[in-house]
T-cell receptor
Framework: NAGVMQNPRHLVRRRGQEARLRCSPM?????VYWYRQLPEEGLKFMVY????????ESGMPKERFSAEFPKEGPSILRIQQVVRGDSAAYFC??????????????FGSGTQLSVL | SQQGEEDPQALSIQEGENATMNCSYK?????LQWYRQNSGRGLVHLIL?????REKHSGRLRVTLDTSKKSSSLLITASRAADTASYFC?????????????FGPGTRLSVLP
């Protein structure tokens, strides 16, 4: 049973380009969370999605950032016109249900985005 | 400010010693979880404690929760070099049930051989 798969592992972009980060949740998981982590800091919540629905995007910047989790295929976090401040590690986590007692998050290994 | 905040920010101990990390939070919670992150990797779930529990054990881990003080502690006994990692607490706010977890900035633990 494969865990949460994120790719690419490392992504280098020049300012103004687009970055697409992909996340395949664990088998049977229909809830996906995206977090961002700056060096030596904790994880900052960005967006929570179920299949075909955005449930909570309160942590995601209104401009340039978007996320989707289609019926088929991985969840995508898309950053348009990247700037140097977007450089960070982006982690995806999944869970089988809406989080409640005894539920925990399963994390991928992250995508390290570097903007030159 | 953050819902969960760990202290100390960094902790360095000798192998075999115990390591204690603390977490404080601000709002009422349903549960509190501790995660571990090795350098360059994703987080791995360690232990969950519910708001109606005061203490929980899992192997060499012991977690306490004091809801009156809005704080939790993680104790790792008989530490090993392999315990070197960052440790994060995460809270599931009572009024935000299941929407997302809020993570603290973490404690970086170094266990020296």
């Amino acid at each position: 049973n494969a865990g949460v798969m994120q790719n690419p592992r490392h992504l280098v972009r020049r300012r103004g380009q687009e970055a697409r980060l992909r996340c395949s949740p664990m088998k049977g998981h229909s809830h996906v969370y995206w977090y961002r982590q700056l060096p030596e800091e904790g994880l900052k919540f960005m967006v929570y999605l179920q299949k075909e629905n955005i449930i909570d995007e309160s942590g995601m910047p209104k401009e340039r950032f978007s996320a989707e989790f289609p019926k088929e295929g991985p969840s995508i976090l898309r950053i348009q016109q990247v700037v140097r401040g977007d450089s960070a590690a982006y982690f995806c986590a999944s869970s089988p249900f809406r989080l409640r007692d005894e539920e925990k998050l399963f994390f991928g290994s992250g995508t390290q985005l570097s903007v030159l | 400010s953050q819902q969960g905040e760990e202290d100390p920010q960094a902790l360095s101990i000798q192998e075999g010693e115990n390591a204690t990390m603390n977490c404080s939070y601000k709002t009422s919670i349903n549960n509190l979880q501790w995660y571990r992150q090795n350098s360059g990797r994703g987080l791995v779930h360690l232990i969950l404690i519910r708001s109606n529990e005061r203490e929980k054990h899992s192997g060499r881990l012991r977690v306490t929760l004091d809801t009156s003080k809005k704080s939790s502690s993680l104790l790792i006994t008989a530490s090993r070099a392999a315990d070197t990692a960052s440790y994060f607490c995460a809270t599931d706010a009572k009024d935000n049930y299941g929407q997302n977890f809020v993570f603290g900035p973490g404690t970086r633990l170094s266990v020296l051989p």
